[in-house]
């Protein structure tokens, strides 16, 4: 099991609903992050918090907005969204703020379908 | 955008038989790491190898870098029915916080 925790495990919204993935991890680690995949392909990076700030988003559209509460707990808001929004939407977290430094441990993620 | 590109894209191999990957990118990194994806469910830390590594081992994985031509490999030796998964290289460059992946390669081990 992850030490990741992400909720819900299914989402399916339509286009006019709002919507939370949850991501929670206890591990003490100082950056969490959004990745975003679509089927067969490689995770591509969202957002990235670093010691409970945003440090990177990666020019995506204000129909997702992230917040993270607290050092354990991150979110991703969701409103109005796309059929070609629909994805696993993965969360991780690392130890140290920078890649450069530790691995990414990730969550088993959300399987969204906007219909 | 995409750092790494994978070959193959998709391996077939019979349980017992060895399993290489590999990956190449296009600009200076701090480290390459490898990533194992069971089907829908999330990615899993396999090797993390830094620029000034040449190989690391961990367990039936071995890991070679070279920096000169911008490549990896990742070799499964004695592979398994559970070895059936995505793999993933992804690179963190020198500066910034950004894990890129790569196209991945779809392994499948027949038992």
């Known amino acids: 099991d992850t030490e990741v925790t992400q909720t819900p495990k299914h989402l399916v919204m339509g286009m006019t609903n709002k919507k939370s993935l949850k991501c929670e991890q206890h591990m003490g680690h100082r950056a969490m992050y959004w990745y975003k995949q679509k089927a067969k392909k490689p995770p591509e990076l969202m957002f990235v918090?670093?010691?409970?700030?945003?440090?990177i988003n990666e020019s995506v559209p204000s129909r997702f907005s992230p917040e993270c509460p607290n050092s354990s707990l991150l979110n991703l808001h969701l409103h109005a969204l796309q059929p070609e929004d629909s994805a696993l939407y993965l969360c991780?977290?690392?130890?140290?703020?920078?890649?450069?430094?530790?691995?990414?441990?990730f969550g088993n993620g959300t399987r969204l379908t906007v219909t | 955008s995409q750092q790494g590109e994978e070959d193959p894209q998709a391996l077939s191999i019979q349980e017992g038989e060895n399993a290489t990957m590999n990956c190449s990118y296009k600009?200076?990194?701090?480290?390459l790491q490898w990533y194992r994806q069971n089907s829908g469910r999330g990615l899993v830390h396999l090797i993390l190898?830094?620029?000034?590594?040449r190989e690391k081992h961990s367990g039936r994985l071995r890991v070679t870098l070279d920096t000169s031509k911008k490549s990896s490999s990742l070799l499964i030796t004695a592979s398994r029915a559970a070895d059936t998964a995505s793999y993933f290289c992804?690179?963190?460059?020198?500066?910034?916080?950004?894990?890129?992946f790569g196209a991945g390669t779809i392994l499948r081990v027949k038992s």
């Open positions: 918090y670093s010691y409970e700030k945003l440090s």
């Open positions: 991780a977290s690392s130890q140290d703020r920078f890649v450069t430094s530790s691995p990414l441990h």
């Open positions: 600009t200076s990194i701090n480290n």
């Open positions: 190898i830094r620029s000034n590594e």
């Open positions: 992804a690179t963190a460059r020198e500066y910034g916080n950004k894990l890129v």
